[in-house]
């Protein structure tokens, strides 16, 4: 089975901290997903990568960067947390392929509050 | 632009009824799309994924169908079971990058 990893479930920090999210992946897959969850807003795509040291923008990227030095982990980064930065944040990872048969799988999901 | 529609939103039924959860989207051309389950509070969790190509995918109690030409997805549940309450959401690939466009989900109870 797929295993998706983040580090952790639930996380508190203070307004201007530096933040990291981090997510492992054990299939060997090419892509890479972050996403934040808002109840009203549904899932919105923060960053992806198809490869190695490669990131595209999402939907919503201002104020996060990420981080992908090796295959199987992929960073998430808040410079300077914000209390609007308050969500819950999904990692998700899938093969490459022009079969059509990429199908993501997540992690558990970090509670990220920001006071 | 694709637009992906789940409707209900909500819906709650009897243990052991079977169900048909809907998911719609606006445009045909898609590599695939993905059903998935939510738990409260949980991450997601991929129940069946139906390539472009295909008409339906089954998983135990599960059968998902395809129709792209009216742009329909269904999501029947066999004989539920409250351990199947879950918000439920669908989803498409359009493009070559990997990226999925979501509805919004539909919140399912299934009362003992």
């Known amino acids: 089975d797929v295993k998706v990893t983040q580090s952790s479930r639930y996380l508190v920090k203070r307004t201007g901290e530096k933040v990291f999210l981090e997510c492992v992946q054990d299939m060997d897959h090419e892509n890479m997903f972050w996403y934040r969850q808002d109840p009203g807003l549904g899932l919105r795509l923060i960053y992806f990568s198809y490869d190695v040291k490669m990131k595209e923008k999402g939907d919503i990227p201002e104020g996060y960067s990420v981080s992908r030095e090796k295959k199987e982990r992929f960073s998430l980064i808040l410079e300077s947390a914000s209390t609007n930065q308050t969500s819950m944040y999904l990692c998700?990872?899938?093969?490459?392929?022009?079969?059509?048969?990429?199908?993501?799988?997540f992690g558990p999901g970090t509670r990220l509050t920001v006071l | 632009k694709q637009e992906v529609t789940q409707i209900p939103a909500a819906l709650s039924v009897p243990e052991g009824e079977n169900l048909v959860l809907n998911c719609s989207f606006t445009?045909?051309?898609?590599?695939?799309l993905q059903w998935f389950r939510q738990d409260p509070g949980k991450g997601l969790t991929s129940l069946l994924l139906?390539?472009?190509s295909q008409r339906e995918q089954t998983s135990g109690r599960l059968n998902a169908s395809l129709d792209k030409s009216s742009g329909r997805s269904t999501l029947y549940i066999a004989a539920s079971q409250p351990g199947d309450s879950a918000t439920y959401l669908c989803?498409?690939?359009?493009?070559?990058?990997?990226?999925?466009?979501w509805g919004a989900g539909t919140k399912l109870i299934i009362k003992p």
């Open positions: 998700a990872s899938s093969i490459s392929g022009t079969g059509g048969f990429n199908e993501q799988f």
């Open positions: 989803a498409v690939r359009v493009d070559s990058n990997y990226q999925l466009i």
């Open positions: 139906i390539q472009s």
């Open positions: 445009d045909s051309a898609i590599y695939n």
